[in-house]
């Protein structure tokens, strides 16, 4: 049987595939040859994906023997789920395998926001010696909010509370006895009380319609001037062009953006013209071992479908 992978994936996962016996066909450039992908996808059992991959109706039409869709990551916008599940396609995901990895992320963006490291090696290597300027502060005592409390909130709220972190949190779908309340100490607020309250604000969610441009300019002013917002979840949650207002107006000091609504940047983006808006390419859950198990994990749940077995991992 044949699968056609579309997107980046570690050679692990794919080597893994062959040794079962499978035709893995690989090209991670793929999903931007729209025309080439659609006129190929009539030939495979399985598809991988990552969210490059526009899995819509003419994606869905084409696929016509296709039997599962793995996708190399959690975040499932680009794909129509209830197309795939009206033509009988499981999806499945790679539940929680960058989980760490993304919550790392967050620590390395509140890290640099506090200790800015490379600026001051910069600063020191054009002969300056500027140790009032680069004196920051301790993350200890300072609020991180998180708006969403998902499995990466939850790892990211266990790093945040050893750093001596007050964690609080906003989900209208976690009741009071869930665990990541329970078991890490968050404490649950309504959302304008977290965006007052916080000096770090991490966004959680996904892409839908209630969370499309979730912060934007009329929750601005309500943060710190200090304050800095992450996004390692999905661009759209923050209205861009709204947070470069904010910033250049000093509502808030900046942000780390690992998404943007549109990616790659586009040239023109005012994203690039503001300095204390730090932007990275969609990699807070791309580690060299989140990759390895999202590889593994995908690996292993697409050839348990094929074999006619139930994955967990199953979203629709």
């Not at 209830?82 to 890290?111: D, K």
């Amino acid at each position: 049987m044949k699968i056609l992978v579309t997107e980046l994936m570690w050679e692990d996962g794919i080597e893994e595939l062959r040794r079962k016996g499978y035709t893995v066909d690989y090209d991670m450039e793929l999903s931007r040859k729209r025309e080439e992908l659609l006129r190929l996808l009539p030939g495979y059992d399985a598809l991988i994906v990552r969210n490059e991959t526009k899995v819509d109706t003419e994606f869905l039409e084409a696929a016509k023997k296709t039997q599962v869709i793995g996708r190399l990551g959690v975040g499932l916008d680009n794909i129509d789920l209830q197309g795939a599940r009206e033509r009988g396609i499981p999806v499945i995901s790679a539940r929680n395998a960058n989980a760490t990895s993304v919550a790392e992320y967050v620590m390395a963006a509140m890290l640099d926001a506090s200790r800015p490291l490379a600026a001051a090696d910069a600063d020191v290597r054009e002969g300056n010696w500027n140790r009032k300027f680069f004196t920051g502060y301790e993350l200890s005592k300072r609020t991180l909010g998180l708006v969403g409390m998902g499995e990466i909130a939850h790892r990211v709220a266990k790093r945040a509370k050893a750093f001596g972190m007050n964690v609080i949190g906003y989900d209208p779908f976690i009741a009071p006895f869930d665990h990541v309340i329970q078991e890490t100490g968050i404490k649950q607020v309504e959302m304008d009380e977290l965006l007052k309250e916080s000096d770090f604000v991490s966004i959680h969610v996904p892409l839908n319609k209630a969370t499309k441009h979730l912060i934007n300019r009329k929750k601005f002013p309500l943060m710190k001037p200090h304050a800095y917002v992450i996004n390692s979840a999905r661009g759209g949650i923050i209205h861009e062009e709204d947070l470069v207002e904010a910033v250049e107006a000093k509502q808030i000091a900046g942000a780390y953006l690992d998404v943007l609504e549109k990616e790659p940047v586009q040239k023109d983006s005012p994203l690039a013209r503001v300095d204390s808006i730090k932007l990275s390419p969609h990699i807070a859950g791309l580690t060299i071992e989140a990759q390895s198990r999202t590889a593994m994990l995908i690996a292993e749940e697409v050839d348990r479908v094929m074999n006619g077995g139930q994955s967990l991992c199953r979203v629709n």
